[in-house]
């Protein structure tokens, strides 16, 4: 299982004190030890793998593996629903498109409109209590049988 995280707007609302709401998606990790997480966030393109994993708890590093590619166009066509596309593109790469994955953002036109796999947090407060209530019931719904031998 594979969540694409984006950080503002999931970790923290906008205008909220930087990764309020770590700890909560920390918890849900513990929770879920067949997930791997891959940064989708804009943050990937201005700070290091190593200071990105640093956010993070010494326990739940290990669960973050990779990030997206970040696509830069300088000619048309652009990318329409450009992070959408980098992670289909990280599937690809990595020959991992048949794992079930989620992706957890805050902003629907990085994304094609009927993206089944995209979980929506309010921008404003992030990964608030109810969010984290759909998270665990969509994956529940998504581990179900998956170990983390057979996720790979």
């Not at 992030?126 to 790979?152: M, P």
Request: charged fraction near 30%; glycine fraction near 6%; aromatic fraction near 8%.
């Amino acid at each position: 299982m594979i969540l694409f995280l984006d950080l503002d707007g999931v970790l923290h609302g906008v205008g909220r004190p930087k990764f309020d709401n770590l700890p909560r998606l920390e918890t849900v990790l513990r929770d879920f030890p067949e997930i791997d997480v891959v940064i989708s966030s804009s943050w990937r393109e201005s700070y290091s793998w190593d200071v990105i994993v640093g956010f993070f708890a010494k326990d739940v590093q290990p669960h973050i593996v990779g990030m997206t590619p970040v696509i830069t166009t300088k000619w048309p066509p652009y990318p329409r629903h450009v992070r959408h596309e980098e992670i289909l593109l990280f599937l690809k790469e990595r020959d991992i498109g048949n794992r079930p994955w989620i992706i957890l953002d805050d902003d629907p036109s990085l994304f094609c409109p009927d993206c089944k796999e995209l979980m929506l947090c309010d921008p404003g407060n992030g990964l608030d209590e109810a969010g984290e209530a759909r998270l665990r019931t969509r994956l529940h719904l998504l581990t179900r049988g998956v170990t983390k031998r057979n996720a790979s």
